[in-house]
């Protein structure tokens, strides 16, 4: 009954590959977020979509690529990954009305060698 | 300088202690005023979540926040063991965009 659930926890690849990472939530919230935690712990927000659109989008390479298929689901692409893409990625979800209201996965530990 | 300023720490307390967690910050449109508490390896979860100033008590934990001296405090009485964990502190303005500030969190170790 896991509420916001993404994988894979680890990932470790080389640079210059093509990565994805999945996130689902079952709490029938609108909308969705990726956030990036660095090795400071500094969680910075990079997307929001609300009900498969989106509406942040912040200063991030395009080499990142969200994709909404439907509300539940909000998945993270990532062309050509670099060293300093190395961080934990966290997806999140808020309920109609309550952005401040986050509701996080457990993140994926993104090692780029 | 950073919107929102937070003490990393360790901070390092003994069982039973009370403890303050701060952050201060320079945008004062900031209307929202959350913490979250983040154990090793999982995600941030919400603790404590309030509305422009004032007190917000919740069992062991309050929130405090001072707009005028734009600065908000979380307080844990009687402190555990199980309390040990970084806490955000996080900021909204409010309206559209959806968008959270956060601080870069405070590291908590409570020892027995």
């Known amino acids: 009954d896991t509420a916001v659930s993404q994988t894979p926890k680890y990932l470790v690849t080389q640079m210059g590959n093509d990565k994805s990472i999945k996130c689902e939530q079952n709490?029938?919230?609108?909308?969705m977020y990726w956030y990036k935690q660095d090795s400071k712990k500094f969680l910075k927000i990079m997307f929001s979509?609300?009900?498969?659109?989106?509406?942040i989008n912040e200063t991030v390479p395009n080499r990142f690529s969200p994709k909404s298929p439907d509300k539940a689901h909000l998945n993270l692409h990532i062309n050509s990954l670099e060293l300093g893409d190395s961080a934990v990625y966290f997806c999140a979800s808020s309920p109609p009305g309550l952005s401040e209201k986050l509701f996080f996965g457990s993140g994926t530990q993104l090692s780029v060698l | 300088q950073k919107e929102v300023e937070q003490d990393p720490g360790p901070l390092s307390v003994p069982e039973g202690a009370i403890v303050s967690l701060n952050c201060t910050y320079s945008?004062?449109?900031?209307?929202?005023f959350m913490w979250y508490r983040q154990y090793s390896r999982k995600g941030p979860e919400l603790l404590m979540y309030t509305y422009s100033s004032g007190n917000k008590e919740d069992g062991r934990f309050t929130a405090q926040v001072d707009k005028s001296s734009k600065y908000i405090s979380l307080f844990i009485r009687d402190s555990q063991p199980s309390d040990s964990a970084t806490y955000l502190c996080a900021m909204h303005a409010g309206g559209g965009g959806n968008k959270l500030t956060f601080g870069t969190g405070t590291q908590l170790k409570v020892e027995l």
């Open positions: 945008n004062s449109a900031f209307q929202y």
């Open positions: 709490l029938g919230h609108d909308t």
């Open positions: 979509y609300n009900n498969k659109e989106l509406i």
